[in-house]
């Protein structure tokens, strides 16, 4: 069953097939990488076209997971499916206590100082061993020569403030930095 990608968010990769019956190795890029099975339908995307699929069986193998289809019953129908993203629809995310967002939510905020320097917008977000990291793109290169900031998500020490519904976040950052 074909299906058009609208409201989703990429949640994990298939991997190589495993064995002979349609099985796939599983890359999960939630937070609890078994969560990813907690979703269901999962749409499974590759060059623009994206299908429907439901997990009929799953488990633990080696250092991740391996995942079985339904109607999906050999190697050669699970090759096909090979590095495949897989994405759920957004309304299966579970609602986040107060405080607390999904890093898609920041992507497009614009970034301002407490001082009220408009630094840009949340181009992407990275994971680093310690801290999450802003990446804040200027509007174009800015009275400090900036194109590009990358600044700590540390809430109450750089990050003062997020409003949801201005789409703006507040940080206490040097814009010569």
Known sequence: ??????????????????????????????????????????LIGQQGKWQTLEVSD???HSKGFIAKFANINDRDEAMALTNAEISVDVEQLPELPEGEFYWRDLIGMTVVTTKGYNLGHVDD????????VLVVKANKKDAFGQSERLIPFLTDSVVIEVKHEEREITVDWDPAF
Not at 11 to 23: E, F, H, N
Not at 125 to 132: A, C, K, Q, V
Request: aromatic share 14%; proline share 6%; no cysteine.
């Open 1 to 42: 069953m074909s299906q058009e990608k609208t409201s989703t968010i990429v949640v994990g990769k298939l991997g190589a097939p495993y064995g002979i019956k349609g099985w796939l190795k599983v890359h999960s890029f939630t937070d609890d990488p078994q969560g990813i099975f907690d979703f269901s339908p999962w």
């Open 58 to 60: 799953w488990r633990r």
């Open 125 to 132: 977000l990275m994971e680093t061993g310690s801290n999450d």
